[in-house]
């Protein structure tokens, strides 16, 4: 199968948009846009998020053994954008945080929650690495509105406000 072919297909998939975040050895904070996300289990809490091999935010993830998972509201995709940029000065352009509990920085302006998590296991896939997080700490922000930032069609929209309920 033609790769073109296959991102064709995964653009018509719709998924949320996260900023992994991480520090490295040296307390130096790395990140990147991710919507290669999803839940594994419940017990332990567990997520699971798929980087690049050549990520400088998977170097520190690898090296300290955990991240922040940023969970961007609809007023985020200017954060988005950044992150996935590569431009250095991305952690200059936001406001963070970073406290001593923490598994990376806190994108407290552009995220609704997040999720602090310690590696519990990694998976090298061709030229991806799918690394497995238990979360030890899920912080919410009462000011942000929990309308979750969505990609697809390779646009972002927000979260609908017109539910379908299930079975219609």
């Not at 940029?85 to 806190?106: C, I, K, L, M, Y």
């Amino acid at each position: 199968m033609d790769s073109s072919e296959f991102r064709a297909l995964m653009a018509t998939f719709p998924s949320g948009v996260t900023v992994v975040t991480a520090d490295d050895v040296n307390r130096k904070p790395w990140g990147m846009t991710c919507s290669s996300v999803c839940s594994v289990t419940v017990e332990p809490p567990t997520l699971l998020i798929c980087l690049r091999n050549e990520s400088p935010t998977l170097a520190a993830i690898l090296r300290t053994s955990g991240f922040a998972l940023n969970l961007l509201h609809d007023r985020g995709s200017a954060v988005a954008e950044l992150f996935s940029s590569g431009n250095d000065e991305r952690f200059d352009r936001v406001r963070w945080e970073s406290d001593g509990r923490t598994a990376g920085p806190h994108l407290v302006d552009a995220a609704h929650a997040v999720a602090d998590c310690r590696v519990s296991m990694t998976l090298p896939v061709r030229d991806h690495v799918v690394v497995f997080g238990e979360v030890f700490r899920v912080r919410t922000f009462a000011d942000a509105t929990p309308a979750p930032l969505l990609y697809g069609l390779r646009s972002y929209a927000r979260w609908p406000d017109e539910r379908i309920a299930p079975g219609a």
